[in-house]
């Protein structure tokens, strides 16, 4: 299954090691998902966990070393034509945008509300827990 993890994803992950963010990203590498990401979208990633005081228990390296798991873990994508704006928030544009242009099955996000209308380009757009039930994660 390809997906796009929203940022909220990768922050949650960082904020508690109990939920299931941090459930989907402890199975990285994995065979039944393939994270799909761009450029632009990694670049919200980092600075999004590096805006200051959000991780008092993790430090710059820490971040770092993050980071560079999840990249590993992605397939990265281009992306050839802009769908800029069809949502609320510019952020969530970027997502929507590997969406599309990775040939996704699914977003995964805890802001469902934020991507109304994005089925219409033909993928889902699940909670985590729901992602994580449906792949028997």
Known sequence: MRV?????????ALRSSV???????????TKKFQPIVSTPLFLEYEDVLRRPYQFSHLGDRDIDDFLDFVASACEFTRINF???????DPNDDLVLEVAVAGQVDA??????KDFL???SFGFRVLSPQDFIKEIRL
């Open 4 to 12: 796009v993890l929203d940022t909220c994803i990768l922050f949650s």
């Open 19 to 29: 939920g299931a963010s941090f459930h989907i990203l402890r199975s990285l590498p």
């Open 82 to 88: 802009l769908w800029r704006p069809f949502l609320s």
């Open 107 to 112: 977003i995964v996000t805890y802001n469902q």
């Open 117 to 119: 209308g994005a089925d």
